[in-house]
């Protein structure tokens, strides 16, 4: 049963920046497509990023501050999150593209002067 721990997250000034962390548990699998995913209360969650064997995509809105990353080793996830603004505030989970595991409780990241 794979496990889904998001970290990370805080509040930071707008152009700030935050690494965000998914630690993936529970499997003796490697996830080769993950993807980062965000959630406010108004919306409904979004795909922020994702990383697959054919490689990297962002939503419009992110491209050219975000970067999705990963290190197998320790099968992890992570989001490197610069030039942060306002409206990137929101909970952050990892999962799959195709979202096939349990959510895990997320990271929230909250951008604020």
């Known amino acids: 049963q794979v496990q889904l721990v998001e970290s990370g997250g805080g509040l930071v000034q707008p152009g700030g920046s935050l690494r965000l962390s998914c630690a993936a548990s529970?499997?003796?699998?490697?996830?080769?497509?993950m993807a980062w995913y965000r959630q406010t209360p108004g919306k409904q969650r979004e795909l922020v990023a994702s990383i697959t064997p054919f490689g990297r995509s962002y939503v419009d809105s992110v491209k050219g501050r975000f970067t999705i990353s990963r290190d197998n080793a320790k099968n992890t996830v992570y989001l490197q999150m610069n030039s942060l603004k306002p409206e990137d505030t929101a909970l952050y989970h990892c999962?799959?593209?195709?979202?096939?595991?349990?959510w895990g409780q997320g990271t929230q990241v909250t951008v604020s002067s």
């Open positions: 529970g499997s003796s699998f490697t996830l080769v497509s």
């Open positions: 999962n799959t593209p195709n979202i096939l595991y349990a």
